[in-house]
């Protein structure tokens, strides 16, 4: 009997159906998040500037594509644009597996 190596574990199973295994998983709850921009300050900077008014200038330039993460898994990149009265992200691009930030 041969070892299973890491394409086996990757293969669907004989008889999978994705629509079955969608329609069981369907209202499993996921966390999306969309990442704006980040910055690292020690307690003492934090401290200093954080209050009402502040102003924090993150890593991101203006207009950059921003993060989109299910589960904490880079799955997209973003522009944000407005809907209505609420913020609101516009997809512009699929990350596939291997590009994972």
């Known amino acids: 009997m041969s ?3 890491e394409t086996d574990s990757l ?3 004989t008889g999978f159906d994705p629509q079955a295994l969608e329609s069981l998983l369907h209202d499993v709850p996921l966390e999306v998040t969309v990442e ?3 910055v690292r300050m020690n307690l003492a900077e934090l401290a200093g500037r954080l209050g009402p008014g502040s102003i ?6 203006t ?3 921003l993060d989109v993460r299910v589960n ?3 799955v997209a990149r973003a ?6 009265e609420r913020c609101g992200i516009r997809i512009v691009e699929l990350v596939g ?4 930030s």
Request: hydrophobic content about 35%.
């Open 79 to 84: 522009e944000a644009i407005a809907v209505g």
């Open 97 to 100: 597996s291997g590009k994972e």
């Open 36 to 38: 704006l921009g980040r």
């Open 63 to 65: 207009g950059a594509p």
């Open 72 to 74: 904490n898994r880079l």
């Open 3 to 5: 070892e299973p190596n």
């Open 11 to 13: 293969a669907a199973p």
């Open 56 to 61: 924090i200038t993150l890593d991101k330039p």
